[in-house]
């Protein structure tokens, strides 16, 4: 409508002067060109965040001699009971990267151990309130691949940087992310049962949904 409205204008002063007809159009060239230049701008800005997100993800990788399944062996010497999650990541307040190690112990009672990504020693742990206990323990039902081996499976994709269950999923599973020296980054299923590792083509397919909605 308002580029109708400049259209408009132009055409009637156009009728009666050069001159300012040109002075119109040009004030819709450049209402052109600002709003060009402002979504150039916020594009730009979208792709320096991505580009710091994975500059971050790439320090934490470095940064860790620990690889995801001695982290978890660690979390599990401290804390009995099963690890349901790993993930290298900053600490709550913003420190050094630990390994955060999630264990569900006797059956209710979740715990989340810090374990040193140089060193592999506990840090810490506190305990967590969650409340998907029970589809938690659901899908761990008949499973015989833990954690630990999921992360040992995936580790032949790249370096291990999270594992974690997917028991919401309609096939439940082992989820894990790996990152390669070049920095790319690629998500997994690892199979409760046999160990079987697979490409997550759901996770990619939501990150195109994403970004097809982010350009609209």
Known sequence: MKRNIVIAAVTAAALIGGGTATALATTGDDQGSARQAANTKLSDDGDRDDQDDRDDDAARVSSSDVTAPEAIASALKHTSGTAVSAELDD????????????????GTTWHTVSVDPSSGKVLGSHADDEDDTAQVRAALKGSSVTAEEAAKAAAGKGVVTSVGLDEDGKD??????????????QDWKIDLKSGKVTADHDDDQDDDADDADDQD
Do not use: C, I, N, P
Request: net charge negative.
């Open 91 to 106: 600490e709550d307040d913003g420190g050094k990267v630990v390994w955060k190690v999630d264990v569900l112990s006797g």
């Open 172 to 185: 439940k599973s082992w989820e894990a992310e790996t990152r390669k020296s070049g920095g790319a980054e």
